[in-house]
């Protein structure tokens, strides 16, 4: 215990340990100087841990100080009684009771091993953070021990020596079918569900020989079959299913015997996962680069709605006009562009939208209109040198003034209600207007 300022005359100390007092002896030593107060407990072991109290006191004052010591130990070994099961001719299931103490450490794993009754050595059959364990590749003529060891940051544990004798000719095992694995559904789209699973319980006495997996329409009674797969897979995604539907999933087991009782999900609705994305965040940012150019910036969208971006689309409005024009649309990467062909003077809105794989984002929009302005010291040279720089990407807005004569376009029989016009011109502004009667009017 240092203390803040060097003592005139050594103080009075008192060591206590969960509020007794501490005599010394070969074990413990205690020091007090001018300058600090020490205590050494030799051969540390867990019961020495606790709360310690320092008290020290002159003519002037008391003052107390307490230390919670700790220490770090290997855990001790685990315990029984141990259960076993055989769950094939070759596969032993094995639980055990965890350690009494974990040392002050986490337990980080316990290691099982096997010794085949005659021999010396003990080989590691694997390792568990739980407290069972499946072993596998057993002989069916030879017997075993097994032992556990707890391991943690510190080292090993003694291990914990299963008494018993196991051999897999003594056991008695009937084959059946297989139990159902415990299935759930791990993720959505518009147009794939992706399911995994546990394999079962009970495996019928023998190996699994694989997994399959079938689907259902809601609205029909019929399974289909998707896919069979090998006992070692524990997830699958089934694709190219009907956008909007509702489906069942189930998976059965399979091994020499037959196929158990199928696992089922509950109904899937595709589409209540996906949902267009939430519009690009805020704020947008709009500076001018040149009497007729400005650039533009945003954020990604706080969510994808369930379905990967695709990208942007950005939309630009005259602020004395009412039809919006998509100048065009931007890969996920872009979140900056240069939108040019402006006119110098005039105001813009700007709209820019998100889209996944089910439509588009509501837009992130500038509220007030943006004035097109020549920025201060611009010159064309240095408009140019930035240009041959890392300028984002960029799109040209570029509109026609409306004609100040009309055009005749058509002329309709009086019973007709609607017209298409099929040849327009991309970003251009268009006004129609409609005559009754008007049989002289374009002689």
């Known amino acids: 215990v240092p203390f803040k300022t060097s003592m005139a005359k050594k103080p009075s100390v008192m060591w206590m340990y969960k509020s007794t007092e501490i005599k010394t002896s070969e074990k413990i030593i205690t020091t007090i100087t001018k300058k600090y107060a020490t205590i050494t407990i030799k051969h540390v072991e867990s019961l020495d841990c606790g709360i310690y109290t320092c008290k020290l006191h002159n ?13 770090n130990d290997k855990p001790s070994p685990p315990r029984g009684p141990a259960q076993v099961s055989w769950k094939t001719e070759d596969t032993l299931g094995l639980q055990w009771i965890a350690s009494e103490t974990d040392g002050g450490a986490k337990i980080e794993e316990y290691i099982v091993e096997r010794r085949e009754v005659g021999k010396k050595s003990w080989k590691q059959v694997g390792s568990s953070s739980q407290l069972s364990i499946e072993i596998v590749g057993l002989k069916k003529d030879s017997s075993y021990n097994f032992r556990v060891i707890a391991r943690n940051a510190v080292g090993c544990s003694e291990p914990f020596i299963i008494e018993e004798t196991f051999t897999a000719a003594k056991a008695e095992i009937k084959k059946s079918l297989p139990g159902a694995p415990s299935v759930s559904v791990n993720d959505v789209t518009s147009r794939s569900v992706t ?31 998707v896919e069979t797969v090998e006992s070692s897979v524990r997830i699958f995604t089934i694709e190219n299913l009907k956008e909007k539907s509702e489906f069942f999933f189930r998976v059965s087991a399979e091994n020499e015997v037959g196929i158990g009782e199928a696992s089922t999900t509950d109904k899937v609705s595709l589409q209540t996962h996906a949902r267009p ?15 007729h150019a400005l650039t533009v910036e945003w954020g990604a969208p706080e969510s994808d709605g369930g379905a990967p971006l695709e990208g942007y689309k950005i939309a630009v409005r005259d602020a004395k006009r ?25 105001e813009y809105f700007i709209r820019i939208f998100a889209k996944n794989e089910v439509g ?24 140019q040198k930035r240009s041959k720089g890392d300028d984002p ?27 298409t016009k099929s040849s327009v011109l991309r970003r251009d502004e268009y006004f129609f207007r409609i005559w009754y009667y008007a049989s002289k009017l374009f002689k």
């Open 59 to 71: 003519s002037v004052s008391e003052i107390s100080v307490d230390f919670n010591l700790s220490m």
């Open 195 to 225: 399911i995994q699973w546990n394999p079962p319980s009970n495996t019928g006495g023998v190996h699994l020989l694989g997994y399959i997996i079938e689907k259902r329409i809601s609205t029909s009674q019929t399974w289909e079959r």
């Open 277 to 291: 994305p939430s519009p690009p965040t805020a704020p947008l940012e709009i500076v001018p680069v040149g009497p």
């Open 322 to 346: 009412q039809m919006w024009m998509e100048v065009g649309r931007v890969t996920t990467e872009v979140q900056k562009l240069k939108v040019q062909d402006l006119v110098e003077g005039s």
């Open 360 to 383: 588009f984002s509501d837009p992130l929009e500038n509220e007030e209109p943006f004035k097109v302005v020549r920025p201060p010291n611009y010159t064309e040279e240095e408009e």
């Open 393 to 419: 990407p960029s799109l040209s807005f570029s509109t026609t003034e409306t004609l100040s004569s009309w055009m005749r376009e058509a002329n309709m029989d009086a019973d007709i209600q609607c017209y």
